[in-house]
């Protein structure tokens, strides 16, 4: 392991809260960004790992290989972990192991094996967990911001968002009680004009009607969607940082998902500044959560694939633009 730095260990330094980590069978990301994690020298470790898939020659192996990174943890701390002897696949892999971790722990980091933390995303995490702790308006805090580069938004260190970013993200217990991975509220919600209301056009509107209604059937294996759907309903706010502390180091051969590199695939993570500056008043920043939606969400190739395999699947017509 590669040994930090004095300044990065001093900005890497974590608080109260667990650090959740989800793995699979990719070793190398997985020692990668458990290295950052070891750097914030978390007091609770919790991982959850998915089993290998019996068609994937093998996958037993490297999911042996990815497990066995947990064992460098070499400083004092709790780690608990939920191996699956069995593939469950993302959407219940995933669910059920923040669920598990919302048992353990009343907050917590997230990270998933392909998101790389700047080391002071630690810190920002657990500032903003300790501050809204109990202010139910907001749902998470993120560490990907998907801004241009070099062009902040805000001159505070963070900024209210629609979107639950969650490539490295961090929450409360009282947040994901709202959570349903079945969505069993969508036939209501989708006769309302909530999606037009959050995301401000009809064509992305249509797109995420797409999503949910494909969600709601089981026709995608996935948790995120979801998230995103509970904290619309539940009208709750996401903050974003100034900058991005999260690079995403996943694309390609061995993803889930992101198995096309994209724009959003390597963006350059930058350091957070303390003391954090904090926003004068809890407004949502619309003119950013446009720029997401148009420059990333309507063009980027995931979603696009996503909402009109959603439509094909159940013999819909797309509405993504």
Excluded at 45 to 74: F, K, M, Q, W
Excluded at 92 to 110: N, P, T, Y
Excluded at 184 to 206: E, F, I
Aim: aromatic fraction near 10%; glycine fraction near 6%.
């Amino acid at each position: 392991m590669v040994e930090p730095s004095p300044t990065q260990a001093a900005d890497a330094q974590g608080g109260a809260a667990a650090i959740a980590f989800f793995i699979f069978n990719r070793p190398d990301t997985t020692a990668r960004v458990f290295e950052r994690i070891a750097m914030a020298r978390p007091a609770r470790l919790l991982v959850v790992a998915d089993g290998p898939r019996p068609s994937r020659p093998g996958e037993a192996e490297l999911c042996a290989r990815t497990r066995a990174v947990i064992d460098a943890v070499d400083w004092e701390c709790e780690v608990r972990t939920l191996y699956s002897d069995v593939n469950l696949g993302c959407r219940a892999r995933v669910a059920s192991g923040l669920s598990w971790v919302f048992e353990q722990a009343e907050s917590a980091i997230i990270l998933e094996d392909d998101c790389l933390p700047d080391p002071t995303f630690f810190r920002f995490c657990d500032a903003l967990l300790e501050r809204y702790r109990h202010d139910e308006r907001i749902a998470l805090v993120s560490g990907i911001n998907f801004q241009p580069a070099g062009r902040p938004v805000t001159g505070d260190s963070y900024y209210y968002s629609c979107y639950a970013h969650v490539w490295g993200w961090a929450s409360w217990r009282r947040v994901w009680k709202s959570y349903d991975v079945a969505i069993p509220l969508w036939p209501q919600v989708r006769q309302t004009d909530l999606l037009l209301d959050v995301v401000g056009s009809r064509a992305s509107a249509g797109a995420w009607r797409n999503i949910f209604d494909a969600v709601h059937a089981g026709a995608i294996d996935t948790w995120d969607y979801q998230l995103t759907f509970s904290c619309w309903v539940q009208h709750r706010l996401c903050i974003v940082p100034r900058v991005n502390l999260v690079t995403n180091i996943g694309f390609g051969e061995g993803a889930t998902h992101t198995t096309q590199a994209g724009p959003l695939a390597d963006i350059p993570s930058t350091a957070m500044t303390f003391p954090l500056l904090h926003p004068l008043t809890m407004t949502r920043h619309r003119a950013a959560d446009r720029f997401t939606q148009t420059a990333y969400l309507e063009r980027a190739p995931l979603l696009t694939r996503v909402a009109r395999r959603a439509a094909r699947l159940l013999g819909a017509p797309s509405r993504q633009p």
